[in-house]
């Protein structure tokens, strides 16, 4: 028989295919980042549950303004399981979120 699915994350690459996104959620955008024209790019890693969820979200690369929105904004975003050995398993990616002032 195939062995057990892994209780903890697997990291995507290699043969662990990136999952992909069904449900996106903008971040707000702050207003104390915007009054102080604060940009720039978050790098999160978040954690994909078996069920496509985001269970865990940790920054990486901070904007200090920023972090809460996109964390908030990330932890609402839906991928399509990822699955190994026909079984899905939970995920560790990273991700970005941009923020731009208009």
Known sequence: ???????????????????????NVDPTYPQVAQAARVSGVVILEAVIGPDGRVTDVKVLRSVPLLDDAAIVAVRQWEYTPTML???????????TVNFQLR
Not at 3 to 22: F, Y
Not at 85 to 95: A, D, F, K, L, R
């Open 1 to 23: 028989p195939p062995p057990p699915p892994p209780a903890e994350p697997v990291r995507v690459g290699g043969n662990v295919q990136a999952p992909q996104k069904t449900r």
């Open 85 to 95: 050995n026909g079984s899905p398993v939970p995920v560790i990616m990273t991700v």
